[in-house]
């Protein structure tokens, strides 16, 4: 499973902003704009958006809640709290930001008289169904002067291979097997970088313009897009197979079948005519032809 890059936003470091001369944007700061204006983009459909930790801010998850579902990982000794008590018309003084303090994610592990419930996952790296163990709530995460109601999910595994972890996001109706799904189907942008960098060339070119630099990258990304839209259509058509030897069997296409065979569809119409005829002499056999071309898409 690949992510279709379909949106880039340019993040230039703090010490370039500097010796420019210009006010630095944070990486959160650009990340609000790209979500908002794929909000207003698509009014009608619901956006969730999945992210690593860099992106579990408050001031950001704030910002952009109430147009966007954010999923993203949550520190073990996340500051939790009640909502505030209702206000009456005996309460004095400035109203509550916050309600009791909750138990910090860290500490329940530790607690043996916490129920933890299991949800199969049937989505997880590598695509089988793993089983976890799994708490969830509503809290307000909060840092002095902000605050944001999360839903977290509290992770652990019963095998023990990977550390227990948490995760929020500012749906609060979302179920807990919902943010586990959603956030495991992360690793299919892991997977886009991957095949981009392998294929495309994304971070290995080397441009001393600044044009050049803001727009290499978003052609290459959108050209991954192009190409798997292009591929999908070929593979109805069963005219994409995945490549494969004797002693390693493929379950599906990888990117390299997607562009082998995207580029076999564009170089056999125009560049490589043969014999319309079978009274006209064929130079090349068409077996071999065919392996040359297969070789040549495989190789560019």
């Given amino acids: 499973m690949w992510g279709l890059p379909f949106l880039t936003v340019l993040c230039p470091s703090e010490r370039y902003a500097r010796e420019r001369g210009r006010p630095h944007r944070k990486l959160t700061d650009r990340a609000r704009q790209g979500l908002l204006q794929v909000a207003r983009w698509l009014p009608g459909r619901r956006i969730i958006a999945v992210t690593d930790s860099s992106y579990a801010s408050i001031d950001l998850l704030d910002a952009v809640r109430d147009r966007v579902c954010m999923v993203s990982r949550l520190r073990l000794d996340a500051r939790l709290f009640d909502p505030p008590p209702p206000r009456t018309a005996r309460t004095l003084g400035r109203p509550r930001r916050t309600g009791e303090r ?42 002095p002067g902000r605050a944001v109601p999360i839903r977290y999910v509290l992770v652990r595994d019963p095998a023990r291979r990977f550390r227990p972890q948490a995760f929020l996001c500012t749906d ?129």
């Fill in 102 to 143: 909750q138990p910090s994610l860290a500490s329940r592990l530790e607690n043996p008289a916490i129920q933890w419930s299991e949800a199969a996952i049937g989505a997880w790296y590598g695509g089988q169904e793993h089983r976890v163990e799994f708490i969830s709530g509503t809290a307000l995460w909060h840092h």
């Fill in 172 to 300: 609060l109706a979302a179920s807990p097997a919902d943010i586990l799904a959603w956030f495991v189907r992360r690793w299919s942008m892991e997977v886009t970088f991957a095949e981009t960098r392998r294929h495309l060339g994304i971070e290995t070119q080397r441009q001393w313009s600044d044009l050049a630099i803001a727009r290499t990258t978003p052609v290459l990304m959108g050209l991954f897009s192009v190409i798997t839209l292009v591929a999908n259509d070929l593979q109805k058509q069963g005219r994409l197979r995945p490549a494969a030897t004797t002693w390693y069997r493929k379950e599906g296409p990888t990117f390299s079948d997607a562009i082998a065979a995207v580029r076999r569809k564009l170089w056999a119409a125009p560049y490589f005519h043969t014999s319309a005829s079978k009274d006209e002499q064929q130079k090349i056999p068409r077996a071999l032809f065919n392996s040359l071309l297969n070789n040549a898409c495989y190789a560019a």
